[in-house]
């Protein structure tokens, strides 16, 4: 697909940090535009798994993306961001989301210890809300605080940081080492 980046993709993707070789998992993934922006990124071992609960949704990021499959580089899974587990043989270096609102909307469906054990030691989680300047991201509420209220409930999180100084509200934090 030929799409034109959405500008709140285009912004967060520098936000990322990456050098290439991180594993990363994306959540609420559909469509598979950040995935398709990050893709050509990765080198060596970087891989991103696209997480999505909708089968619509799935498909679309796999349609999208089917060259970043057949590379190896793509993982796509349909599950809901509730009901993930963690599996010790598989840490990601970098858990990241853009405009999930279960973090601010239902903090208690949010799973924050299972994202923090999917982290790898020192990993990153980051989460972005909004979609430009006249946004509002969260309808007017203080969402980076509700957020970052969220995170800090989980004792596996560190250094939770809220920065709302762009077009685009990040909240992050760190798992401990």
Known sequence: ???????????????L??????????????????????GPMLTGDGHITALDRSATGVRRIRERNEDLIDAGRLTVVE??????SGDPGS?????????????????AKANVDALAALLAPGGRL?????YGPDDGAGSGRDTGALVAATLRNSAALTAVTVD??????????RKKT
């Open 91 to 107: 840490r990601f270096d970098l858990i990241f989301a853009s405009n999930v609102n279960v973090f601010w909307t239902h903090p």
């Open 79 to 84: 599950q809901d961001l509730t009901t993930l």
């Open 17 to 38: 940090g990456l050098t290439g070789t991180e594993r990363i998992l994306e959540l609420g993934a559909a469509p598979g535009v950040a995935v398709a922006e990050i």
């Open 1 to 15: 697909m030929s799409e034109r980046t959405p500008a709140h993709i285009a912004r967060l993707v520098p936000h």
């Open 126 to 130: 980051l989460l972005f809300y909004g």
């Open 164 to 173: 709302g100084g762009s077009a685009t509200l990040q909240v992050s934090a």
